[in-house]
Structures are given as C-alpha cells and as structure tokens.
C-alpha cells in the first residue's frame, strides 16, 4: 500500500509554536505470546505502542525521534488503528506517509471500533499472526498504545493460545501497558467472549 503526503501537516504552523519536542522515549512495551491454536508451540512476540511524532495537550513528541526508535527496535511491520480523525487530531497526517518512505510495511484499519465486527478483527489477527510466523517484528499502534491496541494484543492471545484466560490476558496488559490498558466494560466483555464468539464464526463458516 502507497501512502501519498498530505498536505495538512506540511502547512501546520504548529510545530514552531508548540516549543521543543519531549525526547523521552516512545511509549513501547513488547509482549510475549504463546501459540498454540494450530498445535504447534511456538512463542512469538508483539509491540504495543502510542502514536509516534503526535502534539495534541500537553504532549509534543518528535516524530523524526520516535521513528528513529522504531527503527532501532527493528520494527518491519506496523498495524495502525488510528483512524483520520485521530491523525488530524493529532497533528500526525505525515505519519502513514513518513512510515512507508522510511519502509515500513503499513497494515491501516482506521476504524473507530476495531473490535465490534468479529469477523473483520478474525481477518485482522490472521494477517498479524502471519507477519509473526514469517519473523518479522511487529507492532500495534493506536493513539494511546491502550484501548484500541491493547484489545487487539488480547484479541491476538486469545486467538493463538488455547490456554491462557481472558482474566488472566486482561491482567497480564493492564501490567504490561498500566490499568488504562484494559478498564472499559466494553473491552472487558468482548475479551471475556471471544473465543466462543470466534468458535461460532468458525462453526458457520465451516458448515
């Protein structure tokens, strides 16, 4: 997927009035998961980050900084959940263009409820687990790296790990990414039943 520049960040004055750039690093935590839905044991691992180069209240980040630290991290693919909106928001309009000219492979899924179709966010976590089981160093990014990202990651878990509980995946990120990571009633009751929703997907689709 091209991504083409937009205009709305080359002309934003902004970035001379919002003073110097908070150089601490990206918030990135990377998350360690086990797999075996396909009984095979394979342990992968994802990133969950924030919107890299954002400015919107108090936060003024540098996007040049924090794509540089993805680049260190060795990030290959990133999987954006941020839609237009949140871009615009927050002063990151250049974010899907700056990730593909440094090469960056984008997956863009600019919803607003990522996870309210089970069948889309099936789709989704194939894709992500085959970057995974290809090795290649994935992350996935909201504005926050929390409600949106952290519901996939618990979505991913879910999917790949045949063990492991909902209560038990919700606590391990809200320890991994902080207690915002998982605190809507919402994420709590799609996380809760996933997998027999996801076993009900299967089932209709099989038969």
């Known amino acids: 997927m091209v991504f083409v520049r937009s205009l709305d960040d080359e002309f934003d004055s902004s970035d001379e009035e919002d003073g110097p750039a908070d150089e601490s690093p990206l918030s990135l935590d990377w998350l360690m ?32 900084i924090d794509l540089d630290l993805l680049k260190h991290e060795g990030v290959q693919d990133v999987f954006v959940f941020s839609n237009y909106v949140d871009l615009k928001r927050c002063h990151t309009t250049d974010l899907l263009y700056s990730y593909d000219r440094l090469g960056f492979t984008v997956h863009y899924y600019p919803t607003d409820l990522i996870c309210a179709d089970i069948i889309k966010c099936l789709a989704i976590l194939r894709e992500i687990e085959g970057c995974l089981r290809l090795g290649r160093k994935t992350i996935l990014q909201c504005v926050d790296g929390l409600v ?37 009633v919402k994420q709590y009751n799609y996380l809760s039943d996933f997998r027999k929703n996801a076993s009900m997907v299967s089932s209709m689709l099989i038969s």
Request: hydrophobic fraction near 40%; aromatic fraction near 4%; charge should be positive.
């Open 33 to 64: 998961l086990p797999c075996n839905h396909l009984g095979d044991d394979q342990l992968y691992t994802i990133g969950i980050c924030s919107m890299p180069g954002q400015r919107v209240g108090n936060i003024r980040r540098s996007m040049v």
């Open 148 to 184: 949106k990202s952290c519901t996939m990651a618990g979505a991913l878990w879910l999917y790949l790990d045949n063990h492991t509980t909902p209560l038990a995946v919700m606590a391990a990120l809200c320890q991994l990414r902080g207690p915002m990571a998982i605190e809507r």
